[in-house]
């Protein structure tokens, strides 16, 4: 483009150039004529600078798009390097998390002691539209509506209240020889919004995001991080048939099930890997979930 337009310049300079010397050389012209072929000529001048001009503004603007095109193809493949690493970060985690989960499901758990199930049941009737208690499973449950916003991973004020009531239950002598483990639950709603497909991948993803957080709460309030695992299974064990579209309220839950240390202890080792396990500090779990930053309100699928 650019090498086309100087020749061009050149030419039409040239030919200008040609056109007056030839008129000039063919013999006595008038005045008259002569100031006419020298608008003429000017006028051309002009003309060839306005064009110049033209050319070299669309030559700037091709070298923008250019650059700017430039740009976004290596934008766009680094997308695509995140978005691959992402994928294999989010399928890792699943499958640690179902190794984990299958093995979870191999646990019995039975009866508590009678003064640990009084505490639960006096806990369950003292908040009744956030807990229930099974006291044959030995099995709290959270109503994640109530626990967490739409799509968050973050504990609301009222979940932490009924939280600091069983950590003191578990910090008892007779609370204390127990294991606890947290699986958390969504319903079959499909994640929509994109930043909490960002933090969580999936409902998995969400469900264990959640056990986590309610890990971490019992931990701050002086629970040992050492005794509590986490599990997510995600939309995968439904308690009540799935709704409209998926949104199914009862299936949206935290369970917190207490089995005796002495029969789960070899049951939950670490897979090669490490994929499956208690862990003491602040901010990871079992199941080699990352914690991130704290989750705001999304209208999510998984609820």
């Not at 030839?22 to 001048?45: F, K, M, W």
């Not at 493949?77 to 294999?88: D, F, K, T, V």
């Not at 207490?258 to 080792?269: C, D, I, P, V, Y």
Request: hydrophobic share 35%; glycine share 10%; aromatic share 4%.
């Amino acid at each position: 483009m650019q090498i086309r337009s100087s020749r061009s310049r050149r030419l039409l300079a040239a030919a200008t150039t040609v056109l007056a010397a030839g008129t000039l050389l063919g013999g006595c012209v008038s005045q008259e004529a002569y100031d006419n072929l020298a608008d003429t000529n000017r006028g051309l001048q002009n003309r060839n600078a306005e064009l110049v001009r033209d050319v070299e503004g669309q030559e700037a603007m091709i070298r923008q798009f250019q650059a700017q095109q430039n740009r976004t193809e290596q934008a766009l493949a680094e997308l695509r390097r995140e978005n691959s690493a992402l994928r294999g970060t989010v399928g890792d985690r699943e499958r640690a998390l179902r190794d984990f989960n299958e093995r979870l499901a191999g646990v019995t758990f039975g009866e508590l002691d009678a003064e640990t199930s009084r505490a639960l049941s006096q806990l369950a009737a003292e908040n009744p539209e956030l807990i229930t208690y099974d006291p044959d499973r030995g099995m709290l449950r959270f109503a994640s509506d109530l626990t967490f916003a739409s799509g968050s991973a973050e504990l609301r004020d009222t979940a932490k209240s009924g939280l600091a009531a069983l950590a003191r239950v578990l910090q008892t002598a007779a609370g204390a020889q127990y294991e606890i483990h947290v699986v958390g639950h969504t319903d079959a709603q499909r994640m929509a919004n994109p930043a909490t497909i960002r933090r969580h991948g999936s409902n998995i993803g969400l469900s264990a995001n959640r056990a986590i957080s309610v890990r971490d709460e019992l931990v701050s309030l002086g629970v040992e991080g050492r005794k509590i695992m986490v599990a997510g299974w995600g939309e995968f064990r439904p308690v009540a048939p799935s709704g409209p579209g998926g949104a199914t309220p009862a299936n949206r839950r935290v369970e917190i099930l207490l089995t005796r240390a002495s029969s789960a202890g070899a049951e939950f080792q670490p897979s090669e890997g490490g994929s499956a396990a208690p862990s003491g500090g602040r901010g990871t779990s079992g199941v080699g979930v990352d914690r991130q930053a704290p989750p705001t309100r999304q209208d999510a699928g998984g609820k």
